[in-house]
T-cell receptor, first 113, second 111 residues
Framework: DTAVSQTPKYLVTQMGNDKSIKCEQNLGHDTMYWYKQDSKKFLKIMFSYNNKELIINETVPNRFSPKSPDKAHLNLHINSLELGDSAVYFC????????????FGQGTRLTVV | GENVEQHPSTLSVQEGDSAVIKCTYSDSASNYFPWYKQELGKRPQLIIDIRSNVGEKKDQRIAVTLNKTAKHFSLHITETQPEDSAVYFCAAILGAQKLVFGQGTRLTINP
């Protein structure tokens, strides 16, 4: 079974559209993240949730809204997509209270045209 | 601010030689320092980690050293092989449950 799964793997959409990326982990972890990886490969943290509660929001435009219905899921909704949103978005999870390894999803390559 | 600095951004070594990547961090309370390898088109995956109660850890050809006083840690890869070519990221937990990555090092092993 895949530990952290995110869908879709590829997403091509026009400027101005609204889209969502879903993430699920079956590891029983208490913390989930969203990272954005741009063309220079920098992995920038966007959000962190601990047991369904938002604990980190890193100066991300409010067009990005994460939602965690339960501690195994963390979805990312993006409104009014812009060209600069094109990147690979990675979901990850860890048992951070125990400083354990973070497991990443396969990534979602978002292309805004 | 809270950050992790990583150097160099690119590194090219001859097959069989050693590679060293260095990172510094800002939060003296940090106690967990993982290293991730990301192959082209793949997800980042943990290759080794170190906690603040030890100064060095080794796993076959890979070793990590930690200097808590100076707030820096390094990744050492010996006897490099072509399959070591990838982007490597250091990371640290900063502040409240925030896993922050360095800028990444693109390592190329030349045959």
């Amino acid at each position: 079974d895949t530990a952290v799964s995110q869908t879709p793997k590829y997403l091509v959409t026009q400027m101005g559209n609204d889209k969502s990326i879903k993430c699920e982990q079956n590891l029983g972890h208490d913390t989930m993240y969203w990272y954005k990886q741009d063309s220079k490969k920098f992995l920038k943290i966007m959000f962190s949730y601990n047991n369904k509660e938002l604990i980190i929001n890193e100066t991300v435009p409010n067009r990005f809204s994460p939602k965690s219905p339960d501690k195994a899921h963390l979805n990312l909704h993006i409104n009014s997509l812009e060209l600069g949103d094109s990147a690979v978005y990675f979901c990850a999870s860890s048992q951070i209270s125990l400083t354990e390894e973070a497991f990443f999803g396969q990534g979602t390559r978002l292309t805004v045209v | 601010g809270e950050n992790v600095e990583q150097h160099p951004s690119t590194l090219s070594v001859q097959e069989g030689d050693s590679a060293v990547i260095k990172c510094t961090y800002s939060d003296s309370a940090s106690n967990y320092f993982p290293w991730y390898k990301q192959e082209l088109g793949k997800r980042p995956q943990l290759i080794i980690d170190i906690r603040s109660n030890v100064g060095e850890k080794k796993d076959q050809r890979i070793a990590v050293t930690l200097n808590k006083t100076a707030k820096h840690f390094s990744l050492h890869i010996t006897e490099t092989q072509p399959e070591d070519s990838a982007v490597y990221f250091c990371a640290a937990i900063l502040g409240a449950q925030k896993l922050v990555f360095g800028q990444g090092t693109r390592l190329t092993i030349n045959p």
